[in-house]
């Protein structure tokens, strides 16, 4: 059984894999311990002696409900990890329940994004997401998956609490169309001043790729291109910065 399961962990750092087997891998004190608090379901917790010197390791270890509880030696452990310095603790988790069905809130908000890369960037996002409380995201077809364990980690946990949406990414948007809901491109290269939009309605954000910016097909479906002003040489902000400016500014203003 240990076999196996080490083998499922260490495929789970295929995207494809993590699919099928509707999985996700966990690595690190910190995000195991969310994972416990967000409730997911674990299928396995490896961990080595170098975890149990941590603060609070012991106790993590007494609440987990797991059946597979697997001691690896340090060495099987870092041949399985995906991450560059593990803290020597790893899980196997049930992927948390993903619906759209926020789309259908009289209050939606939520963010849109459009083939970003880079699997830091995602889960800085959904991380500020998580922050900010917002009700959901959607991920079009060519962005990073969420669930990549370098994504993970960038949210913070943050992807346990929000919806984050791939597979029916499309349908959604058609039923935020159907229902009126504005969406607000955020674009590099010029719009109304972020600040001057009214965010207390239905509506989303459009976060583009992080050097092509926003497809075509989503900014037919825009209602407007908004900007965040710049005023020094640098003339561009990192996508997960740029996001995090409008999701703030947008809490500012629905705050009641």
């Known amino acids: 059984m240990s076999a ?7 495929k789970l750092g295929q995207r ?12 690190g004190f910190y995000l195991l311990e969310e994972a416990v608090k967000a409730n997911l379901t674990l299928e396995v917790v490896f961990y080595t002696d170098h975890f149990l010197q941590m603060r609070g390791a012991e106790n993590l270890l007494r609440v987990l409900e797991v059946s597979n509880l697997i001691k690896l030696d340090e060495r099987a452990f870092d041949e399985i990890s995906h991450t560059e310095t593990p ?12 619906n759209g069905d926020f789309i259908n809130r009289e209050d939606c908000f939520f963010l849109l994004l459009d083939g970003l890369q880079d699997p830091g960037n995602v889960g800085a996002i959904i991380r500020a997401a998580a922050a900010a409380d917002l009700h959901g995201i959607l991920l079009m077809p060519g962005t990073v998956d969420p ?16 919806p984050v949406i791939t597979e029916e990414a499309y349908f959604w948007l058609e ?23 009214d965010y207390n309605i239905p509506c989303g954000i459009i976060i583009g790729n992080e050097s092509r910016g926003i497809s075509d097909f989503l900014l037919d479906r ?5 900007s965040i002003p710049l ?12 996001a995090s400016v409008f999701i703030f500014e947008a809490m500012r203003q629905r705050k009641h």
């Not at 803290?87 to 993903?98: D, K, M, N, R, S």
């Not at 669930?147 to 929000?162: C, D, E, H, L, Q």
């Not at 935020?176 to 109304?192: P, V």
């Open 222 to 226: 825009a209602s407007v291109k908004t």
């Open 16 to 27: 494809k894999y993590r699919q099928k087997e509707r999985r996700l891998l966990i690595e």
């Open 147 to 162: 669930f990549n364990p370098k994504a993970v980690r960038a949210s913070m946990g943050g992807t346990f609490y929000i």
């Open 4 to 10: 196996k399961l080490i083998k499922k962990y260490k």
């Open 87 to 98: 803290q020597g603790v790893g899980a196997i988790a049930h992927l948390p329940e993903q």
């Open 175 to 197: 039923v935020a169309a159907e229902k009126n809901i504005r969406l607000f491109a955020a674009d590099a290269h010029g719009g109304i001043p972020y600040y001057e939009i």
């Open 231 to 242: 005023r020094g040489k640098i003339n561009s902000l990192n996508a997960a910065v740029a």
